[in-house]
């Protein structure tokens, strides 16, 4: 099984639902598979530090690191730049689900603190 196939795996597809995922990739580096990317609809903070009324499409990427833990970014593009919505390093597979569900949230903080 490939790394990203596992990672699509120990995700419910509900979660990958709620996010509205789509153009899901294997992440490779130096022609090895390293994790799993995809984009998603997730609610951005505007200048303010408010939750934007609309969603803005990021790039989520889960990357397997050398500890065999996950590393989670989520990035979107603003203004000519890469803006980091969320980064977190060595989420354990059992956690991985709940960090992604929570990132569909309106609230002030980045993550649904009920979800995780």
């Not at 990203?4 to 509900?14: D, H, S």
């Not at 303010?48 to 990021?58: C, D, F, N």
């Not at 956690?95 to 609230?107: E, M, N, P, V, Y």
Request: positive net charge; aromatic residues 8%; without cysteine.
């Amino acid at each position: 099984m490939t790394v990203a196939g596992t990672i699509r795996q120990q995700v419910e597809i509900g979660i990958f639902m709620s996010l509205g995922a789509h153009e899901f990739a294997a992440l490779t580096s130096e022609g090895r598979e390293i994790g799993l990317t995809f984009k998603a609809r997730i609610l951005p903070f505007n200048k303010a530090g408010k939750r934007s009324p609309r969603p803005r499409i990021m790039r989520v990427t889960v990357e397997l690191n050398h500890l065999d833990y996950y590393d989670v970014r989520v990035l979107y593009a603003a203004r000519g730049q890469f803006i980091a919505h969320y980064e977190s390093s060595n989420i354990d597979a059992e956690r991985l689900s709940r960090i992604l569900l929570a990132l569909d949230h309106d609230g002030q903080e980045v993550l649904n603190a009920r979800v995780l």
